[in-house]
């Protein structure tokens, strides 16, 4: 009789596949359910541990904890714009406005002579 394929070992495959698991937690879910890890899996875990430096982060990028992080400081500096820089300067132009308003310095009569 031909060896049918375990029924858990299946799952855990076809999670990996789809992309629920990775392939760390796939090959955890073989050990913990007394599993052979198969040979696919442990090249696709030699693989991803080939692309960690000694750090644990990816040696061509940032983690994604750093990007999330990176992205909320600079949503923060944009919030912090629109609040407080920006009021700011509006008033300083309005200011600038009233005080010039008699000013014409920009008129023609003035640009022609």
Known sequence: ????????????????????????VAALRFDHAG??????LQLLLAK??????????EEFG???????ALYNEKMQDIDQQEAVFL??????????HDELKHNDSFGPAKIDS
């Open 1 to 24: 009789a031909a060896h049918q394929p375990d029924k858990q070992a299946l799952e855990i495959l076809d999670r990996l596949i789809a992309g629920e698991i990775t392939p760390a």
């Open 35 to 40: 599993i052979l890890v198969p040979a696919g």
């Open 48 to 57: 991803s541990i080939e692309m960690l430096s000694p750090d644990g982060k």
């Open 62 to 68: 940032v983690t994604e904890e750093e990007l999330d």
């Open 87 to 96: 009021p700011e300067r509006r008033a300083e132009i309005k200011q600038l």
